[in-house]
């Protein structure tokens, strides 16, 4: 009797101890760490024969004549990305706050060309491009564009250039060239876009070519 009693104990207490532990590793794994925005940190060198799926093309006009591919720049013995047409690319996320994008750039004949922040669709974003002699900071709400600033910036169509846009909440800087401070400086505070996807960005008829991409957390 003794035996059965001391059995019938200790299956109690194991019994206790399951229920115990149990109830502590069902809240446990239960338990997800809440999701948090994933903190901007891309780049790109384009040393590879195809574009990826980390690009999404963007078109607003001609879909059939978006083009974007990787080609050897045999000038400065890199790959970088070319369009054809006007359109964009894509890339990142969309919970991106905070950050600069940064690119080389070349532009041919007589591009728009240049880099995109705060991407929400293709009628919504900011955009730094180079343009008649021009670097101008632009914003698409809604499908209309409007320039926020624009600073003299000469350039060729024979080099590239170092092309940079930062957004800090609503505050938007863009630099362009090797120079540390920033052309052109704009607070929006008419409905800013404080976060987004960034892009690279090409009007037709021409063509421009980009290399190093990067972005950083600011
Ligand atoms: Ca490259």
């Known amino acids: 009797m003794k035996k059965l009693a001391g ?16 109830g502590g590793n069902g809240g446990g794994g239960n338990e997800e760490s ?51 047409s006007w359109g964009s690319v894509i890339a990142g996320d969309a919970t991106w706050a905070n950050y600069f994008v940064s690119a080389k750039v070349k532009p041919e004949i007589s591009s728009t060309i240049g880099l995109i922040a705060c991407f929400q669709d293709r009628d919504n974003y900011y955009s730094a491009v180079l343009d008649g002699q021009k670097l101008i900071l632009k914003k698409k709400y809604g ?7 624009s600073s003299d910036f000469s350039y060729s169509t024979s080099q590239y250039y170092q092309i940079k846009l930062q957004v800090n909440g609503s505050a938007l800087a863009a630099y362009a060239g ?15 876009f404080s976060s987004g996807k960034i892009g690279l960005t090409c009007s037709t008829p021409s063509t421009g070519f980009f290399d190093d991409v990067l972005v950083t957390k600011l």
């Open 143 to 149: 499908g209309s564009a409007t320039v926020l600033g």
């Open 34 to 84: 809440p999701s948090s925005p994933s903190s901007p940190s891309f780049s790109d060198n384009f040393e590879r024969n195809e574009l990826g799926a980390n690009w999404t093309v963007v078109v607003d006009v001609n879909p059939s004549g978006a083009k974007w591919e990787i080609v050897q720049d045999a000038s400065i013995s890199s790959k970088v990305l070319t369009t054809g």
């Open 178 to 192: 090797d120079g540390t401070d920033p052309l052109i400086t704009y607070t929006d505070n008419n409905n800013p």
């Open 7 to 22: 059995i019938g104990i200790l299956c109690l207490i194991v019994l206790m101890t399951l229920a115990g532990c149990g």
